[in-house]
């Protein structure tokens, strides 16, 4: 793809990653669309233009892949772990047609290379029951059992890619997400993950002037989490690469609930008083090799 001539399409271009690519890609001088049920919510946009559709319905999946080159699919139904946890079925429903509508819309229209962003919740949850969990590969996937829907659902969608690209000559590429975080995150409502909630949570306490902060669980079950500007560049480098096999993006380093909650609490300022409560909390560890 080359900047100047090329056409990008960015699916869940109102969220959090979608609009740092969108941003990334019209710096390169790609022309991009934006497509979303809505606009980003902490500022605007910079695409070229951007299309309000509901990828669940055929006809707007359609409209939103003609006459691009390639599409960046970012758009889901997601959110932290206490959503996922309680909406297993509202998340394969949903996500299951955006998947199915946008690559099919997209092979119609002729796309060139089509991105699809995964998510390390694919990994079986039986590799991740020790906070001190080995690193995951991309091969320990399988034998698949992801511990809730949004995984399955996701692992499902890699594998319609890779079909897509053996039955049609579709260039597929697939990336597993590690935990991203940034600025113009959702960080409140129930959908925001662990450092943006924590965030939220230690902010508020300094505020108020009352050091106590909620934490699920006992705080250490680990993570890996992976800056937003990493994260652009990594999709980006994989869109124009080669490889079309399931690639993690995420650091290599695991960082504990409570640890993160400790870095938060120096850089605000501030010392805490943990509470653990009971809470959803996912799987024990995760880490990305």
Not at 58 to 66: F, R
Not at 68 to 79: E, K, N
Not at 185 to 199: F, N, S, V
Not at 245 to 254: A, C, F, S, Y
Request: charge should be negative; proline fraction near 3%; include cysteine.
């Amino acid at each position: 793809m080359t900047p100047g001539h090329s056409k990008i399409l960015v699916t869940g271009a109102g969220g959090f990653i979608g609009h740092h690519l969108v941003a990334f890609l019209r710096g390169k001088g790609f022309w991009v669309r934006g497509a979303d049920l809505k606009h980003p919510e902490f500022c605007s946009t910079s695409a070229h233009e951007f299309e309000i559709v509901d990828l669940r319905r055929w006809d707007d999946c359609l409209k939103i892949t003609c006459d691009v080159d390639a599409v960046y699919a970012l758009a889901a139904d997601m959110g932290g772990m206490g959503f996922i946890s309680a909406h297993n079925a509202q998340i394969l429903h949903n996500n299951a047609l955006i998947n199915l509508n946008t690559i099919e819309a997209a092979r119609m229209n002729g796309v060139k290379r089509y991105l699809y962003t995964s998510s390390a919740c694919v990994y079986p949850e039986y590799r991740q029951l020790s906070a001190d969990v080995p690193a995951l590969k991309e091969a320990d996937a399988y034998p698949a059992d992801p511990q809730d829907a949004y995984g399955w659902e996701k692992l499902i969608t890699e594998r319609l890619c890779t079909h897509y690209a053996q039955d049609y000559g579709m260039d597929t590429r697939i990336v597993r997400f590690h935990n991203i975080f940034g600025p113009f995150g959702t960080w409140d409502g129930g959908r925001e993950k662990a450092p943006a909630a924590l965030c939220r949570k230690i902010a508020m306490a300094k505020q108020a002037g009352d050091v106590s902060v909620e934490i699920w669980g006992d705080g250490e079950q680990t993570r890996s989490f992976c800056y937003i500007d990493d994260c652009i560049l990594g999709i980006y480098k994989l869109m124009n690469s080669n490889f079309c096999h399931p690639v993690n993006l995420g650091q290599d380093r695991m960082v504990s609930i409570n640890q993160l909650a400790d870095m938060i609490a120096t850089i605000a300022g501030v010392s805490i008083r943990k509470v653990h409560v009971a809470g959803p909390q996912g799987v024990r560890g995760r880490n990305s090799d």
